[in-house]
């Protein structure tokens, strides 16, 4: 009776003892996970604030500089050179001391001499977001004693007038309610846009006249299908050629002989491939092709030597999307979303055998949008989708003189997704997500790309396309106003 009385104490007592120890694990698990969620709720607060503070460092910057172009405008002797701060009073802008303060952030306005007609502008802005750091921004410009100086043209390259301060031409055109533009080319006064619409309402493809720019006249449209990612004009054959969103006819070909009624002519499915057309260039009678991804391939040349009958000559693997293509010359110049290479130099002098020449690895890991390539000094331009981390620049510039080896010669910080960008002179031109839509940028060196000028646009303007000719920019808009033109003051 003493040996069951005491095996059942024992049991209590490994009952109790077992029910500690489960205890002490589950409460060791909450533990965890209580640690894990306020580490992870701490990082979310943290970049959220650290996004609150870089859009608010870039607006107080904006600010300075716009604070510095009144102070131009009042009177050029009044941009005196050296480190101000600016304070609104009842007669507008002015310098004052060194430096201003708001909300924590502190404001320097530099202003140093160019030339007789000319000055740099920096508005830098320090703050600390805790304890111990400080983290800086600065934005560039340049301003021009445009009263005194004849012409102002820091870009050559055909740019005339003062493009500090770029304006709208032409009136706004509705192209309907489920229209939205993402690419735009022109030719002549002859000018194509393309976009998403609705397989059964909406067309994808306008054409229209911009003999005059100030007055654009919208001529005829074409429904195409589901979308249009890119666009080119041959308008000596007077046909349109499309990548269009589809994972069958990728290449769509229209001809618009009659601008008031154009027709699609031709749909080709690129063969082994269901991916999505996704970019284009034309070179004479070659089609340079970009899908989506992955798939067999992504990137291919086709001949329309006979556009009824579209000839694939070659092809080769990039590993995803191809976002845009640009050749020029021998070679091809894509952008890619594959981390690793968001750039890719393909050698295209053999059709039959297109073959990569180098892949560039930008910083970071996020996606190119677009590549622009600048013969006149032998660089590369790079735009990307924004990332709040550092040192993850969403425009970089490469010196690919050698496209087997480019080098990364400059980039630049831009708080927005960069989804197109051209270079004309010394000027490049950046289109953006967010304020300040279209912006211009000093490119003469590429490690030093400064702020030059820009233009707001309509709230809800998204750019996605763009062209220039004569001095003006011709910009696809994502939404049912879908062109904007733009030139100098």
């Given at each position: ?15 109790h ?10 409460i060791?698990?909450?533990s ?6 306020v ?8 970049g959220t ?10 607006a ?12 131009r405008?009042s ?17 507008g ?17 530099t ?9 740099s ?5 320090t ?7 400080t ?18 043209d ?24 489920n ?13 194509v846009?393309?976009g ?10 306008c ?7 100030n ?12 979308g ?5 004009i041959?308008?000596?054959r ?14 769509q070909?229209a001809d ?6 154009p ?19 034309r ?5 340079y092709?970009?899908?989506?991804g ?5 990137f ?18 990039i ?17 890619s979303?594959?981390?690793g ?11 039959t055998?297109?073959?990569i ?15 622009w390539?600048?013969?006149?000094t032998?660089r ?11 040192n ?8 690919v ?30 289109m ?6 279209f ?8 490690a ?10 309509p ?27 733009v030139?100098?003051?």
């Amino acid at each position: 009776m003493k040996t069951l009385h005491r095996r059942k104490k024992h049991q209590k007592t490994a009952h109790h003892g077992s029910f500690l120890v489960e205890a002490l694990i589950a409460i060791a698990i909450l533990s965890i996970i209580a640690g894990t969620i306020v580490v992870s709720l701490s990082n979310q607060i943290t970049g959220t604030q650290t996004s609150r503070d870089t859009s608010a460092a870039t607006a107080y910057a904006q600010e300075g500089l716009e604070a510095a172009r009144a102070i131009r405008d009042s009177g050029w002797g009044n941009l005196a050179t050296g480190v101000h701060g600016a304070t609104w009073t009842s007669a507008g802008w002015t310098f004052t001391n060194t430096s201003d303060t708001k909300n924590g952030f502190n404001r320097t306005i530099t202003v140093t001499t160019i030339d007789d007609h000319n000055v740099s502008v920096d508005a830098n802005i320090t703050w600390k977001p805790s304890p111990g750091r400080t983290r800086t921004l600065k934005l560039s410009s340049i301003l021009s004693d445009w009263r005194n100086a004849s012409q102002v043209d820091l870009g050559g390259g055909g740019l005339t007038g003062n493009w500090g301060t770029p304006v709208f031409l032409g009136t706004t055109l509705d192209f309907g309610a489920n229209f939205r533009a993402l690419d735009v080319d022109v030719a002549s006064t002859t000018l194509v846009i393309a976009g998403f619409g609705t397989v059964s309402q909406t067309n994808e493809l306008c054409i229209l006249d911009v003999a005059d720019p100030n007055n654009p006249i919208l001529h005829g449209c074409l429904n195409t299908g589901t979308g249009v990612n890119k666009v080119r004009i041959d308008l000596t054959r007077k046909l349109v050629y499309m990548a269009y969103a589809g994972t069958s006819n990728q290449l769509q070909i229209a001809d618009i002989s009659n601008i008031d009624a154009p027709v699609l002519k031709k749909q080709f499915t690129i063969s082994g491939n269901t991916q999505k057309g996704r970019s284009l260039d034309r070179v004479g009678n070659m089609i340079y092709f970009g899908t989506e991804g992955p798939a067999t391939r992504e990137f291919y040349v086709i001949d329309v030597t006979d556009a009824m009958n579209p000839i694939i000559k070659g092809s080769v693997s990039i590993g995803n999307d191809v976002n845009c293509v640009q050749v020029v010359g021998n070679y091809a110049y894509l952008a890619s979303d594959v981390d690793g290479k968001q750039m890719v130099i393909v050698d295209i002098s053999n059709p039959t055998n297109p073959v990569i020449k180098s892949l560039t690895d930008a910083p970071g890991t996020m996606s190119a949008e677009v590549v622009w390539y600048d013969q006149n000094t032998d660089r590369a331009y790079i735009g990307r989708k924004t990332d709040s981390l550092t040192n993850t620049p969403e425009v970089t510039v490469y010196n690919v003189a050698n496209k087997s080896a480019p080098v990364l010669v400059g980039s630049m910080e831009v708080p927005v997704d960069v989804n197109t960008l051209i270079t004309v002179g010394n000027l490049l031109f950046v289109m953006t997500l967010g304020d300040i839509e279209f912006r211009a940028y000093v490119a003469t060196d590429p490690a030093d790309l400064r702020y030059y000028g820009g233009i707001d646009f309509p709230a809800g303007d998204e750019p996605r396309g763009v062209t220039y000719k004569n001095n003006i920019f011709y910009i696809a808009i994502f939404n049912r106003y879908g062109l904007r033109i733009v030139s100098s003051y």
